[in-house]
Nanobody
Framework: QVQLVESGGGLVQAGGSLRLSCAASGSRFSGMTMAWYRQAPGKQRALVATIATGGSTVYAGSVKGRFTISRDNAKNTVYLQMNSLKPEDTAVYYC?????????WGQGTQVTVSS
């Protein structure tokens, strides 16, 4: 079983930066596609970015050029560097790990961007 623990959320002013981390337990991390999702109040959970085992990345259009996803397989950790934050980035951010039909979520971390 893989367990995910997110950290790094908080309150930041518009234009600021935050780096989220997601630490995974277990030995399957390097073989898993990792992703960050977010869910704003009253909205559905939406994909922010993914990173495959080989390092290829995909971003939502709303964050492209501002957010960067990366992974460190030696540390079983995936990161989300968020720059030029906007109030509309305010949400609970969730880490996801997937391998075939297996998918696991972290507990989420709150990001609040003030205007």
């Amino acid at each position: 079983q893989v367990q995910l623990v997110e950290s790094g959320g908080g309150l930041v002013q518009a234009g600021g930066s935050l780096r989220l981390s997601c630490a995974a337990s277990g030995s399957r991390f390097s073989g898993m596609t990792m992703a960050w999702y977010r869910q704003a109040p009253g909205k559905q959970r939406a994909l922010v970015a993914t990173i495959a085992t080989g390092g290829s990345t995909v971003y939502a259009g709303s964050v492209k050029g501002r957010f960067t996803i990366s992974r460190d397989n030696a540390k079983n950790t995936v990161y989300l560097q968020m720059n030029s934050l906007k109030p509309e980035d305010t949400a609970v951010y969730y880490c996801n790990a997937a391998l075939g039909l297996y998918s696991v979520w972290g507990q989420g971390t709150q990001v609040t961007v003030s205007s």
